[in-house]
């Protein structure tokens, strides 16, 4: 089967169309941090041994970027800077139990917002558009020389 011609067009549109879904999820409630912010809290809630400097790494920034992010979010009561128990010289960052909560009701929100699209398609359609992301997911997982790459949505959409 040939791919149209405006097929990665139609993605990106689509991509386009939930991103607005999703920050408007967010946006319709108080959310007491940025986007970026959010992110970042996104990043560590899955990752227990993540340190600041890992933590730069993935938001592709310098140390000290990374490190005045987390201070911002310290300084809120979302974020704890604990000692690795295996190596005191090593600092963990560790979300608090009020950025799960946020977390959490922010998940709960964009699930909402995209089943209310979601419920206006045909049930045939929603078959087929899990079915295609499902595949999409699965091609998007592997880099182009076949090694996994890491994936995080939570990440990307916060």
């Not at 990374?66 to 979010?73: I, P, Y």
């Not at 005191?88 to 909560?101: D, F, G, H, K, W």
């Not at 979601?118 to 091609?139: I, K, N, S, T, Y």
């Amino acid at each position: 089967m040939e791919r149209p011609p405006n097929l990665a067009a139609a993605i990106d549109a689509a991509a386009e169309a939930l991103l607005g879904v999703l920050d408007g999820a967010g946006s319709r409630h108080s959310v007491p941090v940025s986007p970026t912010q959010l992110r970042v809290l996104s990043l560590i809630s899955g990752r227990p041994d993540i340190n600041v400097n890992r933590l730069a790494e993935l938001l592709d920034v310098v140390p000290s970027s990374a490190s005045r992010l987390c201070d911002r979010l310290e300084a809120t009561g979302l974020l704890r800077r604990v000692a690795d128990p295996r190596d005191r010289r090593e600092v963990r960052l560790i979300p608090t139990a009020a950025a799960e909560t946020l977390l959490r009701e922010l998940k709960e929100r964009r699930h909402q917002a995209v089943q209310a699209v979601l419920d206006r398609m045909p049930q045939r359609v929603q078959h087929e558009l899990l079915l295609a992301l499902l595949a999409f997911g699965q091609a998007a997982a592997l880099s182009p020389v076949g090694v996994p790459v890491e994936t995080d949505p939570a990440a990307r959409t916060a």
